[in-house]
């Protein structure tokens, strides 16, 4: 099986029927550096970068986040690779972190965005690191747990602020910035237009928006095998974010744990995701499936059932049937 995945590697990543799909792959630390090449990702969709944080002991300086970031760009040899501002508290605590507070619900506490632009240090260091890092080359951020469009704008002015910082001191500054938002928070699904101009991309966390949107708790394994993240209303609220980022020519990509199951990741092409990105270890396994889809045929069944009053089966065991038909 490695075998034929590592023979994929050399094939386009297209459907049977044709239209490229771009596989990217989530990463966090340098020892994920060496799966770029391995793996075949197209790049990086997801970078991590509050696990640097998690695995320190202090707050890393800023020459360690410029010298990290500086790597990844290094490795990834031109290939794209976003960088997610950190996404701390919640369930990521530092030990560290002297401001932390107890909260009822960290999920729906203080936590990335809103911390970040409570202690707006934090992240100037960070995106000043970014920015250094990238000289010379494409800089794309994201913002995680976006909830208001406010909150994009204000760390735009940030950006801005320090953009003009380093150009007084005549540094070296990226050749492009784009600046994109998690989608994780359902608030965001109703000003999708709005949201999708807003910004230069848009990738959906889907990890937390399932969590949110089912009101299921991410990490309670009791409610593990309760609700299915390819149920009817769940893929509704997928197609709603791809047809509006179609509708606006603003990007849209995938980065949670959805991209990476054979059958999910079908799914998600199905509603016309053409942007998806998942563990290294997925590309195989997803390349596998994306080079045998039909995706016209897809795209028909979907007509024919997302939309429909009702279903004889769960849409998961109609997309399993879909998928084991051919
Ligand atoms: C997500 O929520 O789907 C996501 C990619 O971010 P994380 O898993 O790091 O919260
Ligand atoms: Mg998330």
């Not at 359902?186 to 089912?214: H, I, R, T, Y």
């Not at 980022?245 to 995938?254: D, E, F, K, Q, S």
């Not at 590309?283 to 997302?306: H, R, S």
């Amino acid at each position: 099986r490695q075998e034929v995945y590592r023979e994929l590697r050399k094939k386009p990543s297209l459907t049977r029927d044709g239209v490229a799909v771009d596989l990217l792959m989530n990463a966090g630390l340098a020892v994920d550096l060496p799966q770029l090449t391995e793996s075949g990702a197209a790049g990086i969709g997801l970078f991590r970068t509050e696990l640097q944080f998690m695995v320190a002991s202090t707050f890393p300086r800023a020459e360690a986040q410029e010298r990290l970031y500086r790597d990844v760009l290094d490795a990834a040899r031109g290939k794209p690779v976003t960088f997610r501002t950190i996404d701390i508290g919640g369930d990521k605590v530092l030990p560290y972190f002297k401001g932390a507070i107890q909260e009822e619900n960290p999920a729906l506490g203080w936590r990335a965005i809103r911390l970040t632009l409570d202690r707006p240090g934090l992240l100037r260091t960070q995106i000043r690191a970014l920015l250094k890092a990238s000289g010379g080359r494409e800089l794309k951020l994201m913002l995680p747990m976006v909830t208001e469009l406010s909150e994009i704008a204000q760390a735009r002015e940030i950006i801005d602020r320090e953009v003009r910082h380093l150009s007084r001191f005549a540094h070296h500054l990226p050749t492009s910035l784009k600046l994109g938002a998690m989608l994780e928070v359902p608030s965001l699904l109703f000003q999708l237009d709005e949201l999708m101009k807003a910004v230069d991309f848009v990738s959906v966390g889907s990890n937390d928006l399932f969590q949110f949107v089912m009101a299921v708790d991410r990490g309670n394994t009791q409610l593990a095998d309760r609700f299915d993240n390819l149920s009817t209303p769940f893929l509704r609220v997928l197609k709603m974010i791809a047809d509006a980022g179609a509708r606006n020519h603003t990007p849209v990509t995938l980065c949670g744990e959805l991209a990476g199951k054979p059958i999910s990741a079908m799914a998600l092409i199905g509603l016309g995701f053409r942007s998806i990105s998942m563990s290294p270890a997925s590309i195989g396994p997803v390349k596998a499936m994306l080079t045998e889809l039909p995706l016209q045929e897809l795209e028909g069944f979907f007509n024919d059932n997302l939309m429909a009053p009702s279903q004889k089966l769960p849409m998961r065991a109609l997309l399993q049937a879909f998928a084991d038909d051919r």
